[in-house]
């Protein structure tokens, strides 16, 4: 059976959003889950993961720890995974990880596959498939069984809502550190720009595509999105051209998303866009072009021009 190491990310005992995301990339593995987590706070954000799926979850308590820096994150993880001895190290693809997983992998002597969309096990071990080129071509890498795989997890492509609930044990564990040295000072901890929305908190979305050809017809989605208590979005020839903000942009230029509901208006569907919506729970298209690439991706699919479909669809929900 298949040792799974699930690293958490959380600041001040709020767990990232990513992370329960990541422990559903694990639960999906079968095996046995661990989950650890470290840093100032770590014994609250660990009560949170003790309500999920796993046979324990790990507190890595150290002074050095206190404020993050590179060096003692990766001595700390280098130390469990010696410990615990996974097959698999999963960690959630945020700006932390990226800054110290290739360190760690660099000292564990092992590849590091970044920004997967998923994982799977087989008989020969672990199966990662990460996307190459923005989206335009995937790629599957097969980990070999001589050390752990370590992989990152790209926000969205696993549900935060399907993580499996259950009662996991909370342990308290001191890591052995060596000699950190020299280390720099660390400032502010990185925050991402502020945004008027959270796309990837919301339940349901409705966004727009250059089929609606100018700016004053977006109120006609609007209409939709309010209908549906959904929050606003677009593809981005959108907001290149400034009728939406950069924040509502989806794809991989923009904020990846995983709601339950998500409803293309007049979007063709262009990797770069599915890309950051692929993991919605169900996917409604309304396009015109029967051909449409969105059409592949959708459960739902209405083919029909936008200037008469939505009205319809937006009078019905306002009669219901």
Same mark, same amino acid.
């Given at each position: 059976?298949?040792? %799974?190491? %699930?690293i958490?990310?959380?600041?001040g005992?709020a767990?990232h959003?990513?992370?329960l995301?990541?422990?559903? +990339?694990?639960?999906?593995?079968?095996?046995?889950?661990?989950?650890?987590v470290?840093?100032?706070g770590?014994?609250?954000?660990?009560?949170?993961?003790?309500?999920?799926r796993?046979a324990?979850?790990v507190?890595?308590?150290?002074?050095?720890?206190?404020? *993050?820096?590179?060096a003692?994150?990766?001595? =700390?993880?280098?130390?469990?995974?010696?410990?615990?001895?996974?097959?698999?190290v999963?960690?959630?693809h945020?700006y932390?990880t990226?800054?110290?997983?290739p360190?760690?992998?660099?000292r564990?002597?092992?590849?590091?596959?970044?920004?997967?969309v998923?994982?799977a096990m087989?008989?020969?071990?672990? %199966? %990662?498939?990460?996307q190459?080129?923005?989206?335009k071509?995937?790629?599957?890498f097969?980990?070999?069984?001589?050390?752990?795989?370590?992989?990152?997890?790209q +926000?969205? +492509? *696993?549900?935060?809502?399907?993580?499996?609930?259950?009662? =996991?044990p909370?342990?308290?564990?001191?890591p052995?550190?060596g000699e950190?040295?020299?280390s720099?000072?660390?400032g502010?901890? *990185?925050?991402?720009?502020?945004?008027?929305v959270?796309?990837?908190?919301?339940?349901r979305?409705v966004?727009?595509g250059?089929?609606i050809k100018e700016?004053?017809?977006?109120?006609i989605?609007k209409e939709? +999105?309010e209908?549906?208590?959904a929050?606003?979005a =677009?593809s981005?020839?959108i907001?290149d051209?400034?009728?939406?903000?950069?924040?509502?942009q989806?794809?991989?230029?923009?904020?990846?998303?995983a709601?339950?509901? *998500?409803?293309?208006v007049?979007?063709?569907?262009?990797?770069?866009h599915?890309?950051?919506?692929?993991?919605?729970?169900c996917?409604? =298209?309304i396009?015109?072009?029967?051909d449409?690439?969105?059409f592949?991706?959708?459960?739902?699919?209405?083919?029909?021009?936008l200037?008469?479909?939505?009205?319809?669809?937006?009078k019905?929900?306002r009669?219901?």
């Amino acid at each position: 059976m298949s040792r %799974v190491l %699930v690293i958490a990310e959380q600041q001040g005992g709020a767990l990232h959003r990513m992370s329960l995301e990541t422990v559903a +990339a694990g639960q999906s593995l079968g095996g046995e889950l661990i989950v650890a987590v470290m840093g100032a706070g770590a014994a609250g954000a660990a009560q949170s993961l003790g309500g999920y799926r796993a046979a324990k979850v790990v507190v890595l308590d150290h002074p050095a720890l206190g404020v *993050y820096t590179a060096a003692a994150a990766v001595q =700390a993880l280098a130390w469990v995974i010696a410990a615990e001895k996974p097959d698999v190290v999963l960690l959630p693809h945020t700006y932390r990880t990226r800054d110290f997983a290739p360190r760690l992998a660099a000292r564990l002597g092992r590849p590091l596959v970044s920004d997967a969309v998923s994982v799977a096990m087989d008989e020969k071990g672990l %199966v %990662v498939e990460r996307q190459l080129f923005q989206g335009k071509m995937a790629g599957t890498f097969r980990c070999d069984s001589s050390g752990p795989a370590i992989v990152t997890i790209q +926000a969205g +492509a *696993y549900r935060a809502d399907l993580a499996e609930a259950g009662t =996991a044990p909370v342990t308290t564990v001191a890591p052995e550190l060596g000699e950190l040295g020299p280390s720099a000072v660390p400032g502010e901890p *990185y925050r991402e720009s502020a945004r008027t929305v959270d796309l990837s908190a919301a339940e349901r979305i409705v966004a727009a595509g250059r089929g609606i050809k100018e700016e004053g017809n977006l109120e006609i989605v609007k209409e939709l +999105a309010e209908a549906l208590g959904a929050e606003l979005a =677009a593809s981005r020839p959108i907001c290149d051209n400034g009728w939406m903000g950069m924040e509502r942009q989806v794809g991989s230029s923009g904020q990846t998303v995983a709601p339950k509901l *998500y409803v293309a208006v007049g979007i063709s569907g262009a990797i770069q866009h599915i890309v950051g919506m692929k993991g919605s729970k169900c996917i409604v =298209a309304i396009n015109r072009d029967p051909d449409a690439p969105i059409f592949e991706s959708a459960d739902y699919g209405i083919v029909g021009d936008l200037f008469d479909v939505v009205p319809a669809i937006v009078k019905e929900l306002r009669r219901v």
